[in-house]
């Protein structure tokens, strides 16, 4: 059976390793698809393609992990993005993955340090 | 204050528990997240990058203290200790869990609020003057309208499902501080010529792709009309309007392309049909206008000089609160009181954020120096309405042990943001950490002052949520093969002489940014005549000399 590619996957876009991305419903976590065909919220853990076949797999895997799961192993929103390996670990090249990998880039919140205005 | 009535506190009940279950037949895997969104959406839930977000309407941009105090419980309970104030009077929460919707929903709907209509293409949270019912430039408060509007737009069988979203901002004022041009909307008081209150009705006014001001199409609607005019607007907009195309569904383009006069026409059209359907069934009666009146009657004020002698000694002898009350403190309609805006945007902080415990105490600040009431503005700070002028330097004291003091309203460091590529999907680049940056290069007080009012805005994608289009500085974010660029707009206006900026020329790099916005800053001073605004020095010498030193080659 041939697995449908989403539109935003382009055959021609996919000319580097990628790697799957997605959010846990219960919390909109990031998680990846591991090598297991788990999700993880480790980018370390995510399993890395370099072949157009193995990616329209993942998409296969991915839509039956994200449709036919419940409780806890839901999630919302496949798709892959593209990943630059460095001593075989995965980073993601875009400001986009890189955000959603790392959270966001200022302090917020408790962590964000009180302003005394300037006087 | 916004009142629920027996209808209000049944459906917002109701729409609680249909969503507990809803999320629990999502939980199940019974739903799909193609089914699922919808109904999502419809009570204000979003997913976003990292987590959901919730966006909670706050009527007409007025909070009781008990409602910050509840907006606080959930930032603390149910989220990570803040919350974030919007453009549109709503607040938003970064990292609710899925489970735990229903509650914060049933938390929310016990202080009479909701996140209902904050999403989904339907009339959205109407926004309103942020200074409504004490302004000294007031004609009328304009949330008793705001408040008619929302008990008309809730729910609304005929315009649930309308080609896009709908915006609507009042204003009561003749001075705008409700961005009213730059709504699908905007109604803005004057006097007629019998001196009687009405509406100018403005319309197709939109930020986005495509900055459009709102025409004025009326501009004497008498207010018992309000309703049957505002149906035979979303009439026209709900059969015209362009359904098969997202970026040309908002009612802008359709007046657009109709032609404001055309447009108008149809408008007028389906009103008479509407009053020869039903003479009068829509019309707003005097006494239930008067009965929504009386939930925002005026406190009882005291009989209070107009002069405080214990202001007047603190301002001579503390400059630091001199300064802020110079920026920060405006005059209040009632002799003796004045009106505080609490800045959200402490230099290097994030526009718009405050956490649990500076909302408990921002709402002990308004039970103690106040009657109860708390303010959300436009431009992402909070407002103490009603504070005794001899109260005025207490308050700010407070203010600065709990970060809230800074003396920057409507000065450069007073700038909107929008989340940006730190939490939006939408994003196309960050816009916090570039309004922390440029902050920062404004940290000295005097540098501010000299400088004085200027807008400045900043959206991470074209969406404009920040309003950049209409901000004397307008920061865009773009992606450029997936590093962040900012364009520049310059000369943009939010105010009643609402203006769109212009690019000023190619974007410039993130590390570029604040540097670019110093050598604005510079080449305004450097221009300016006496007292010139930097709007104004804008509009007398146009962009060229902007451009030239933005873009010198040396
Ligand atoms: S302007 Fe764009 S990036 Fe900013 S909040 Fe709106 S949609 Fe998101």
């Given at each position: 059976m041939s697995i449908p590619i989403p539109k935003t996957i382009k055959k021609t876009q996919i000319t580097t390793a990628q790697a799957v991305t997605?959010?846990?419903?219960?919390?909109?976590?990031?998680?990846?698809?591991?090598?297991?065909?788990?999700?993880?919220?480790?980018?370390?853990?995510?399993?890395?393609?370099?072949?157009?076949?193995?990616?329209?797999?993942?998409?296969?895997?991915?839509?039956?992990?994200?449709?036919?799961?419940?409780?806890?192993?839901?999630?919302?929103?496949?798709?892959?993005?593209?990943?630059?390996?460095?001593?075989?670990?995965?980073?993601?090249?875009?400001?986009?993955?890189?955000?959603?990998?790392?959270?966001?880039?200022?302090?917020?919140?408790a962590t964000a340090a009180p302003k005394q205005p300037q006087i | 204050m916004c009142r629920y009535d027996e209808f209000d506190h049944a459906f917002v009940a109701e729409r609680v528990d249909q969503f507990r279950g809803q999320v629990a037949?999502?939980?199940?895997?019974?739903?799909?997240?193609?089914?699922?969104?919808?109904?999502?959406?419809?009570?204000?839930?979003?997913?976003?990058?990292?987590?959901?977000?919730?966006?909670?309407?706050?009527?007409?941009?007025?909070?009781?203290?008990?409602?910050?105090?509840?907006?606080?419980?959930?930032?603390?309970?149910?989220?990570?200790?803040?919350?974030?104030?919007?453009?549109r009077q709503n607040i938003q929460y970064n990292w609710?869990?899925?489970?735990?919707?229903?509650?914060?929903?049933?938390?929310?709907?016990?202080?009479?609020?909701?996140?209902?209509?904050?999403?989904?293409?339907?009339?959205?949270?109407?926004?309103?003057?942020?200074?409504?019912?004490?302004?000294?430039?007031?004609?009328?408060?304009?949330r008793v309208y705001a408040e008619i509007i929302r008990q008309w737009s809730t729910l609304h069988p005929e315009f649930s499902f309308l080609p896009r979203k709908f915006k609507i901002a009042v204003t009561g004022a003749p001075n705008d501080r409700a961005v009213t041009r730059g709504h699908d909307i905007g109604l803005r008081m004057h006097r007629d010529l019998q001196g009687n209150p009405s509406f100018e009705v403005m319309v197709g006014g939109g930020q986005g792709r495509t900055p459009i001001l709102a025409k004025t199409i009326r501009n004497f609607l008498p207010v018992e009309h309000l309703l049957s005019y505002l149906e035979a607007i979303l009439r026209v907009y709900n059969q015209l309007g362009r359904r098969d195309n997202i970026y040309k569904a908002r009612i802008k383009i359709l007046v657009q392309s109709e032609g404001e006069a055309a447009f108008a026409e149809q408008v007028e059209a389906e009103w008479q049909q509407i009053h020869n359907n039903a003479p009068g069934a829509l019309d707003l009666p005097e006494a239930e206008r008067n009965r929504i009146a009386a939930y925002?009657?005026?406190?009882?004020?005291?009989?209070?000089?107009?002069?405080?002698?214990?202001?007047?000694?603190?301002?001579?002898?503390?400059?630091?609160?001199?300064?802020?009350?110079?920026s920060n403190v405006q005059g209040h309609k009632q002799p003796g009181y004045a009106i505080a805006t609490i800045s959200l945007k402490p230099h290097g902080g994030i526009p718009g954020d405050a956490s649990a415990g500076q909302m408990d105490a921002v709402a002990d600040l308004a039970e103690r120096y106040g009657f109860d009431e708390i303010r959300i503005t436009y431009k992402q700070n909070l407002v103490l309405p009603d504070v005794p002028k001899a109260d005025l330097h207490t308050v700010w004291q407070e203010l600065v042990d709990l970060g809230l003091g800074t003396a920057n309203a409507g000065r450069i460091s007073d700038i909107i943001a929008c989340p940006g590529l730190d939490y939006c999907n939408l994003a196309n680049a960050r816009s916090i950490p570039i309004a922390q940056r440029i902050s920062e290069r404004f940290t000295d007080l005097q540098r501010e002052?000299?400088?004085?009012?200027?807008?400045?805005?900043?959206?991470?994608?074209?969406?404009?949520?920040?309003?950049?289009?209409?901000?004397?500085?307008?920061?865009?974010?773009?992606?450029?093969?997936?590093?962040?660029?900012?364009?520049?707009?310059?000369?943009?206006?939010?105010?009643?002489?609402?203006?769109?900026?212009?690019?000023?020329?190619?974007?410039?790099?993130?590390?570029?940014?604040?540097?670019?916005?110093?050598?604005?800053?510079?080449?305004?001073?450097?221009?300016?005549?006496t007292d010139e605004r930097f709007i104004e020095t804008y509009q007398r010498v146009g962009p060229q000399p902007f451009k030239e030193k933005l873009y010198a080659t040396d």
């Amino acid at each position: 059976m041939s697995i449908p590619i989403p539109k935003t996957i382009k055959k021609t876009q996919i000319t580097t390793a990628q790697a799957v991305t997605a959010n846990r419903l219960s919390d909109g976590a990031v998680v990846y698809l591991t090598d297991q065909n788990t999700w993880s919220a480790e980018i370390d853990d995510c399993q890395i393609v370099n072949d157009q076949g193995v990616a329209e797999n993942f998409l296969s895997l991915t839509q039956e992990l994200s449709g036919g799961l419940s409780g806890g192993d839901q999630v919302v929103g496949t798709y892959l993005f593209k990943v630059q390996l460095d001593g075989g670990r995965a980073l993601p090249l875009s400001r986009r993955e890189i955000i959603r990998t790392t959270g966001p880039s200022i302090s917020f919140g408790a962590t964000a340090a009180p302003k005394q205005p300037q006087i | 204050m916004c009142r629920y009535d027996e209808f209000d506190h049944a459906f917002v009940a109701e729409r609680v528990d249909q969503f507990r279950g809803q999320v629990a037949r999502r939980v199940a895997g019974d739903l799909s997240e193609d089914e699922f969104k919808p109904l999502r959406l419809m009570n204000g839930l979003y997913l976003q990058l990292h987590a959901y977000m919730l966006r909670v309407a706050i009527p007409y941009g007025t909070l009781s203290a008990t409602q910050m105090r509840m907006l606080a419980h959930i930032a603390r309970t149910y989220d990570r200790g803040y919350g974030h104030f919007t453009t549109r009077q709503n607040i938003q929460y970064n990292w609710p869990a899925l489970a735990d919707v229903p509650d914060i929903l049933d938390d929310l709907a016990s202080v009479e609020m909701h996140a209902i209509q904050t999403s989904g293409n339907c009339i959205r949270n109407t926004t309103a003057d942020p200074l409504a019912g004490v302004a000294a430039d007031e004609i009328e408060d304009p949330r008793v309208y705001a408040e008619i509007i929302r008990q008309w737009s809730t729910l609304h069988p005929e315009f649930s499902f309308l080609p896009r979203k709908f915006k609507i901002a009042v204003t009561g004022a003749p001075n705008d501080r409700a961005v009213t041009r730059g709504h699908d909307i905007g109604l803005r008081m004057h006097r007629d010529l019998q001196g009687n209150p009405s509406f100018e009705v403005m319309v197709g006014g939109g930020q986005g792709r495509t900055p459009i001001l709102a025409k004025t199409i009326r501009n004497f609607l008498p207010v018992e009309h309000l309703l049957s005019y505002l149906e035979a607007i979303l009439r026209v907009y709900n059969q015209l309007g362009r359904r098969d195309n997202i970026y040309k569904a908002r009612i802008k383009i359709l007046v657009q392309s109709e032609g404001e006069a055309a447009f108008a026409e149809q408008v007028e059209a389906e009103w008479q049909q509407i009053h020869n359907n039903a003479p009068g069934a829509l019309d707003l009666p005097e006494a239930e206008r008067n009965r929504i009146a009386a939930y925002f009657a005026p406190h009882g004020y005291a009989d209070l000089p107009k002069q405080s002698p214990i202001l007047d000694a603190a301002l001579d002898t503390d400059p630091a609160f001199a300064a802020w009350v110079e920026s920060n403190v405006q005059g209040h309609k009632q002799p003796g009181y004045a009106i505080a805006t609490i800045s959200l945007k402490p230099h290097g902080g994030i526009p718009g954020d405050a956490s649990a415990g500076q909302m408990d105490a921002v709402a002990d600040l308004a039970e103690r120096y106040g009657f109860d009431e708390i303010r959300i503005t436009y431009k992402q700070n909070l407002v103490l309405p009603d504070v005794p002028k001899a109260d005025l330097h207490t308050v700010w004291q407070e203010l600065v042990d709990l970060g809230l003091g800074t003396a920057n309203a409507g000065r450069i460091s007073d700038i909107i943001a929008c989340p940006g590529l730190d939490y939006c999907n939408l994003a196309n680049a960050r816009s916090i950490p570039i309004a922390q940056r440029i902050s920062e290069r404004f940290t000295d007080l005097q540098r501010e002052r000299e400088i004085g009012d200027l807008s400045l805005n900043i959206s991470g994608c074209i969406n404009a949520c920040a309003h950049h289009h209409v901000a004397n500085i307008g920061i865009l974010g773009v992606d450029k093969k997936g590093v962040e660029y900012y364009q520049i707009t310059l000369g943009g206006v939010a105010d009643e002489n609402a203006a769109i900026g212009a690019v000023i020329g190619p974007a410039f790099e993130e590390h570029q940014i604040a540097d670019a916005v110093e050598t604005i800053v510079d080449v305004y001073l450097n221009e300016r005549e006496t007292d010139e605004r930097f709007i104004e020095t804008y509009q007398r010498v146009g962009p060229q000399p902007f451009k030239e030193k933005l873009y010198a080659t040396d």
